[in-house]
């Protein structure tokens, strides 16, 4: 029996609940005539955090992104309401995806590397096609080195969006929290947050599947629509 496929997260609400609406919310109505700086930090924080509450529910799945994106929400209204200095955002925003990175570096050594979670899955490609691909023509070793070599690219991206993420924080955060400018500031950086930041490490990001598909072709001879998991079983 054929498992029901799997759920598509929409684009759209992703984009709507994790960035625009708090963004809008954030610049537009923390004035005191509307939520004030503490509850328009409250109302902007509740949406991607209820977001990711209800992808949990839906999933039922907790994976390393999720959790520390859930972390980094928890610390942004932190921060805010306690009124600490806006470096602690800097800090934060450069945190997460540095963690990220550092782990994929140190999983690379243990027996459930990182690149198995984030593209090498089922979900996204055959993998047992592959493997016995890989098998039958004895390339198992180079194809080991070229999940290795993924895993520094996929590193590399979370490096570079730490990077940008604590630059993009220094130059837009410099009021002091719990005022309405540092609302709006933060506004702004969640608006910015996606062409600055998402937009160049997703394209590090693509470069390392990119990279990966060439090789795996290279070394199974299956092709692109051999490999990507389509749902059906050849």
């Keep these: 029996m054929k498992a029901p ?13 994790n960035i625009v609406i708090p963004a809008v919310i ?7 005539q509307y939520l004030g700086t503490q509850g328009a930090i409250v109302v902007a924080l509740a949406f991607p955090l209820g977001y990711g509450i ?28 306690l009124q600490l200095d806006p470096q602690y955002i800097a800090i934060k925003e450069a945190a997460i995806p ?20 984030f593209v090498y899955n089922g979900k996204l490609l055959k993998v047992e096609k592959v493997s016995a691909a890989l098998a039958e023509r ?17 590193a590399g991206s979370f490096f570079l969006s730490s990077f940008l993420n604590y630059v993009l924080a220094k130059i837009v955060m410099v009021s002091p929290a719990g005022t309405e400018a540092f609302n709006i500031e933060l506004g ?3 608006a ?19 990279y990966l598909f060439r090789n795996i072709r290279r070394l199974t001879n299956l092709t692109l629509d051999d490999v990507i998991n389509d749902g059906s079983e050849n």
């Design 98 to 117: 540095g963690l990220i990175g550092i782990a994929t570096l140190i999983s690379i050594k243990t027996r459930y590397p990182l690149v198995k979670t």
């Design 192 to 210: 910015l947050s996606y062409p600055v930041i998402v937009v160049p490490a997703m394209i590090v990001m693509m470069g390392s599947l990119f």
């Design 54 to 81: 209800r992808d949990y529910f839906i999933t039922r799945k907790v994976n390393l992104l999720s959790a520390l994106g859930f972390i980094s929400i928890l610390l942004t209204g932190g921060i805010s309401l």
């Design 5 to 17: 496929p799997a759920r598509k997260e929409s684009f759209l609400a992703n984009l709507l609940l």
């Design 138 to 154: 004895g390339t198992e070793a180079a194809f080991e080195k070229v999940l290795r070599n993924t895993s520094y690219m996929i």
């Design 26 to 32: 954030l610049s537009k109505l923390s004035s005191e």
């Design 188 to 190: 702004r950086m969640t």
